[in-house]
T-cell receptor, first 116, second 110 residues
Framework: GAVVSQHPSWVICKSGTSVKIECRSL??????MFWYRQFPKQSLMLMAT?????????EQGVEKDKFLINHASLTLSTLTVTSAHPEDSSFYIC????????????FGSGTQLSVL | GQNIDQPTEMTATEGAIVQINCTYQ??????LFWYQQHAGEAPTFLSY????GLEEKGRFSSFLSRSKGYSYLLLKELQMKDSASYLC???????????FGTGTRLKVLA
C-alpha cells in the first residue's frame, strides 16, 4: 500500500519557539494532504486541507497564522506551529490520498508535540 | 454542520462478535470509512462503503444505510489484538474532506 512518512515522531520545545513537521508521500504523488490534531482519548480533528501549489484551506476555529501549512511539491507538505504554547501540545497527524481512483486515506505515523 | 457519533467505549469477550455503530449528519456524502487505531499509532484502513449494503472482509464487515445516515462495523471472532479505537469517517461531497467521528474504544477481555 501507499506509504506516508511523517517526521519527527516526537518533539519537545520551549514555549515561544516554532516547530516544523514534515509529511511526505513516499511512493505516490499527493495533490491534497490533510492535517489532523488528536487529543488523548479523542478522535481526529481536521485542521486543514493542504493543496499543492496553492493556499491551504483551514477549518473553522483553526488559526492559519498559528499553524502554517506549505505544500510545495506533490510529495511534501509541512505544518509549522509558530510561537508554540503549552496548549498546542497534542498529537498531530497527516494523511494523503494517492489519487482520484483511490478512496483510502493513508496516514503518517504522527508527531507528538510537547510544549514546555 | 458536521456530526458523526459513535459510542465512546465498548467491552467484549475474546471470541465474541461486536457491532460498533456510527450515525452521521454531514454536508454531503461521498463515502464512509472505518479505521482502526492503536494507542499512539496512526489509523489503519479497515473498510469503505459508498453504496447501501454490507461489505465483508475477513473477520470485519461494514454496513451502510445512506437514507438513515447509519453505518456499523461488525467484528467477529474477537481477538485480544482487536483492542483499539475504531474511527468512523465520512468523506464529504464537493470539498472531499474526511471528517472523523468521535471514535469508539474497544476493550477485548480474555
Amino acid at each position: 500500500g501507499a506509504v506516508v512518512s511523517q517526521h519527527p515522531s516526537w518533539v519537545i520545545c520551549k514555549s515561544g519557539t516554532s516547530v516544523k513537521i514534515e509529511c511526505r508521500s513516499l511512493d505516490f504523488q499527493a495533490t491534497t494532504m490533510f492535517w489532523y490534531r488528536q487529543f488523548p482519548k479523542q478522535s481526529l480533528m481536521l485542521m486543514a486541507t493542504s493543496n499543492e501549489g496553492s493556499k491551504a484551506t483551514y477549518e473553522q476555529g483553526v488559526e492559519k497564522d498559528k499553524f502554517l501549512i506549505n505544500h510545495a511539491s506533490l510529495t511534501l507538505s509541512t505544518l509549522t506551529v509558530t510561537s508554540a504554547h503549552p496548549e498546542d501540545s497534542s498529537f498531530y497527524i497527516c494523511s494523503a490520498r494517492p489519487g482520484p481512483t483511490n478512496e483510502k486515506l493513508f496516514f503518517g505515523s504522527g508527531t507528538q508535540l510537547s510544549v514546555l | 454542520g458536521q456530526n458523526i457519533d459513535q459510542p465512546t467505549e465498548m467491552t467484549a469477550t475474546e471470541g465474541a462478535i461486536v457491532q460498533i455503530n456510527c450515525t452521521y449528519q454531514t454536508s454531503g456524502f461521498n463515502g464512509l470509512f472505518w479505521y482502526q487505531q492503536h494507542a499512539g499509532e496512526a489509523p489503519t484502513f479497515l473498510s469503505y462503503n459508498v453504496l447501501d449494503g454490507l461489505e465483508e472482509k475477513g473477520r470485519f464487515s461494514s454496513f451502510l444505510s445512506r437514507s438513515k445516515g447509519y453505518s456499523y462495523l461488525l467484528l467477529k471472532e474477537l481477538q485480544m489484538k482487536d483492542s483499539a479505537s475504531y474511527l468512523c469517517a465520512v468523506r464529504t461531497s464537493g470539498t472531499y474532506k474526511y471528517i472523523f467521528g468521535t471514535g469508539t474504544r474497544l476493550k477485548v477481555l480474555a
